[in-house]
């Protein structure tokens, strides 16, 4: 069972980022990305260490549980957290109304040229993710069965 935990969460490496799993030493930039209100600007407030260790936990468990959780970005050169980006179970406290769903998600530092690298995440995910986790059947599975429709 730990060999297909595992090979959900592949640590994938381009020429300058790196996606991982969750560890402990990753909480200190974890801070510092949920305390900037330009980060955070879509959400209901910034949050605070005990809030982001918090949520460390949570993805780490779920990493743990799963085999996966939106992956850590990482700089190849110098290993400085970036954010997180990939692919996540959304556990929000209300149910979304399309749940169970597989969502592609991203928070990352605000630096120099970001945009570009941003973009390519994206990409990353999608493809790492439809490969691995058969992304299309999760996320078409809901809507045969309510009989939903394309949007």
Not at 7 to 13: L, Q, T, V
Not at 51 to 72: T, Y
Request: hydrophobic share 40%; glycine share 8%; proline share 7%.
């Amino acid at each position: 069972m730990v060999e297909t935990l595992i090979d959900k969460c592949p640590r994938i490496e381009t020429e300058r980022l790196v996606l991982r799993k969750w560890e402990e030493r990753d909480l200190d930039g974890l801070v510092e990305m949920n305390s900037d209100p330009r980060v955070m600007e879509f959400f209901p407030d910034v949050m605070s260490r005990d809030e982001s260790a918090h949520m460390l936990e949570r993805l780490m468990a779920k990493q743990d549980e799963l085999g996966f959780a939106c992956p850590v970005v990482e700089d190849r050169a110098s290993g400085r957290f970036l954010g997180f980006c990939g692919l996540n179970i959304p556990t929000y406290p209300k149910p979304l109304p399309f749940d169970p769903c597989v969502e592609i998600g991203w928070r990352l530092i605000l630096m120099h040229g970001e945009r570009a690298w941003r973009r390519k995440l994206q990409r990353s995910g999608l493809d790492s993710g439809s490969k691995l986790l058969r992304l299309m059947r999760l996320l078409l599975s809901p809507l045969r069965r309510t009989g939903g429709h394309k949007s």
